[in-house]
């Protein structure tokens, strides 16, 4: 078996020669994230730019672009006034949902050259005050009173000034002034900078400008120090891919995945650069459709997990019927056999007759959606596409390289892979022995080196040389194939493997991909222990699909009765191991028993991580009751 042989593969879109010329901008005059806003005010003749609306029921109300610019100039002159220090070396955090302010702090510390550092509004105080400390923040931008008494529980010494962007309590402005820390209003750091009259200091391409730490599943969060260079370059890359589909001015997107995330910064840097309008959802992800119907966006970046939602929403309508079924079943054949001629379109007799529902939950308008942070079934996609009738996309990549490092080609509609590099990145595949992955195969993990990598983890040297190579190659941990066509397909994660007994490596993430296309299956967690033979798993059903089948056999009760029902479980069981039988699991990937548990992962509950993957160690720490009584009821 011939090994080591590096083949580093560059997009068609690159300069071609022996060291790739890595794409770095698209446009002379736009170097920087300070230069892409100024692009979108001059591009968009002064149109709107930033929306929101207060809730259910309520209207998008407008920032213009001049408006947008004139107060994120005033925030960053003012933080100067209240004594920050102009310049990359000056960190300040920002501690709230996605809203208009949020990108005026953003583009107000660009102004003065500063670096801006989320905080994940789900990580809890801890991780929060972790940040602080570390990265030594002594101002950080808070969104209302819940926010700011998580930061007062235990704040870091360093920690001297609050800015509340909503009203505020009696109760937290004392917590606050018995530690020793300022609280201001975001309009009177406004009013301070317009007052000040304090010249800008824009920022080089090479200068930071965030520390986005990464949630991770262990340990504390690790910061990813980015330049401009290094997401002016990602998006300039994504920009050329998405070619006649990028966005232009007339586009509307709607903001609702984490801002903390590079995703969708990157997807809103794409919007500004073109001078389009970016409207925020209202703040609870439970009237994400209201927000849609609402705005009506014409892009919006996605994750699986809503993806998977909508796919199984619609399945579990027709479920009852035979006709209904007939019709969606020739529906999808037809429009599938247009995608596969290159027609997209919405105004076909089945969008009108089966996917208008589906097409106005999302606003009726969209034209491009956005998938990334986790694999997307290659059903659930070509699902979508014949559904909303829009270009749908699919990248792969990192915080550590921006956001994507390769996208899929619109007119590629086989689903299952992540398309091609982009032009401001190399690929290539390195060996992953333990786990039989060899480059010479066209298989290994999956390596990252361009115009888009980080900088290094923040004061961390020694986790930046394990994922950064002294040639500067990214080392993601993903596994990853090269398909004929040139695109890649990722196939396993080179951490989260185990073995069992009998010496096999299980790779839980593989297996957990494959049971989660189950109709009857929400979410899905594979565990097994070194000391023992099989792996088992913890399910939770998918509501509507489980209750559906219930009554079509009599069978009574809520979720948490039909989980505990021997009929339902078997159910399930049959489903997943039939479909890891036709994914070619081994006998020993398949899961021998199952535990069903009626209630979600989610952020919340501390199980996913604020990009919806699976926080494994808490998994398995909360299932280990679970997890031990299947196993000792297995022979």
């Not at 360093?158 to 020793?180: P, Q, V, Y």
């Not at 899929?408 to 992540?418: A, L, S, W």
């Not at 078997?570 to 006998?587: C, E, H, R, V, Y």
């Not at 028993?593 to 009626?598: A, C, E, R, S, V």
Request: glycine share 8%; proline share 6%.
């Amino acid at each position: 078996m011939r090994q080591g042989s590096e083949l580093i593969r560059v997009s068609k879109l690159s300069k071609e020669s022996r060291e790739p010329k890595f794409m770095k901008y698209l446009y002379e005059d736009t170097k920087t994230l300070y230069d892409v806003f100024r692009r979108g005010v001059r591009e968009s003749n002064n149109g709107p730019c930033l929306g929101h609306r207060e809730g259910p029921g309520k209207q998008y109300q407008w920032l213009h672009y001049n408006e947008a610019l004139l107060r994120a100039k005033n925030f960053g002159a003012g933080l100067v006034a209240m004594g920050l220090s102009p310049g990359p070396d000056t960190f300040v955090g920002i501690y709230s949902q996605n809203c208009p302010e949020w990108i005026l702090t953003e583009q107000g510390l660009y102004c003065q050259s500063m670096v801006i550092v989320p905080l994940y509004d789900t990580l809890g105080p801890e991780a929060c005050n972790f940040i602080i400390g570390q990265a030594s923040i002594t101002t950080v931008v808070c969104q209302d009173d819940r926010k700011m008494i998580q930061i007062l529980q235990s704040p870091p010494k360093c920690l001297k000034i609050l800015i509340a962007i909503k009203d505020i309590s009696a109760e937290t402005s004392n917590r606050a002034k018995k530690l020793g820390i300022t609280i201001k209003y975001f309009e009177e750091v406004e009013t301070m900078g317009a007052a000040s009259q304090l010249p800008e200091l824009p920022p080089k391409p090479d200068d930071l400008c965030t520390i986005c730490y990464t949630s991770g599943t262990t340990g504390n969060p690790k910061g990813v120090m980015l330049s401009h260079e290094n997401i002016v370059a990602d998006v300039s890359a994504t920009l050329l891919q998405l070619a006649e589909h990028k966005p232009h001015k007339s586009d509307v997107l709607l903001s609702f995945l984490p801002l903390a995330h590079m995703l969708e910064r990157c997807c809103e840097v794409a919007v500004y650069i073109a001078g389009g309008a970016v409207g925020f959802y209202s703040g609870d992800i439970r009237n994400l459709v209201d927000d849609y119907k609402a705005l009506r966006p014409t892009i919006t970046p996605s994750v699986p997990r809503l993806l998977n939602r909508v796919y199984d929403k619609v399945n579990s309508a027709v479920n009852g019927s035979a006709v209904k079924k007939l019709m969606l079943k020739m529906a999808l054949a037809s429009k599938k056999s247009e995608l596969e001629r290159g027609v997209v379109r919405r105004n076909s007799i089945w969008d009108k007759l089966v996917f208008k529902k589906v097409q106005e939950g999302m606003g009726g308008r969209l034209r491009l959606l956005v998938v990334g942070s986790a694999p997307l079934a290659g059903n659930v996609l070509t699902f979508m596409r014949a559904a909303l009738g829009c270009v749908i996309v699919e990248g792969y990549g990192q915080t550590e390289c921006g956001a994507p490092s390769t996208l899929t080609i619109q007119g590629d509609y086989r689903p299952d892979h992540v398309g091609p590099p982009i032009a401001c990145n190399a690929i290539k595949l390195i060996d992953a022995p333990d786990m039989d992955y060899f480059a010479s195969q066209g298989q290994g993990e999956v390596c990252i080196k361009g115009s888009n990598v980080f900088k290094g983890y923040f004061k961390d040297p020694v986790k930046t040389r394990e994922t950064l190579d002294n040639t500067g190659w990214l080392h993601t941990g993903d596994i990853g194939q090269w398909l004929p066509n040139g695109t890649l397909k990722i196939i396993d994660r080179k951490k989260h493997i185990f073995k069992l007994s009998q010496g096999e490596y299980i790779a839980p993430e593989k297996i957990e991909n494959i049971y989660v296309r189950s109709q009857y299956v929400a979410q899905v967690f594979v565990h097994g222990y070194s000391l023992k033979s099989s792996v088992v798993a913890v399910v939770v059903p998918e509501v509507e699909a489980v209750k559906v089948w219930a009554r079509e056999q009599d069978i009574p009760g809520t979720l948490s009765v039909l989980c505990a029902n021997p009929h339902v479980k078997q159910l399930i069981m049959d489903d997943i191991t039939n479909l890891g039988k036709a994914a070619g699991l081994k006998s020993f990937e398949q899961v021998k028993d199952i535990y069903l548990h009626p209630d979600l992962f989610s952020v919340q509950n501390n199980l996913l991580t604020p990009t919806l993957k699976s926080k494994r160690p808490q998994l398995k720490k909360y299932f280990t009751p679970q997890i031990d009584d299947l196993y000792v009821k297995l022979p």
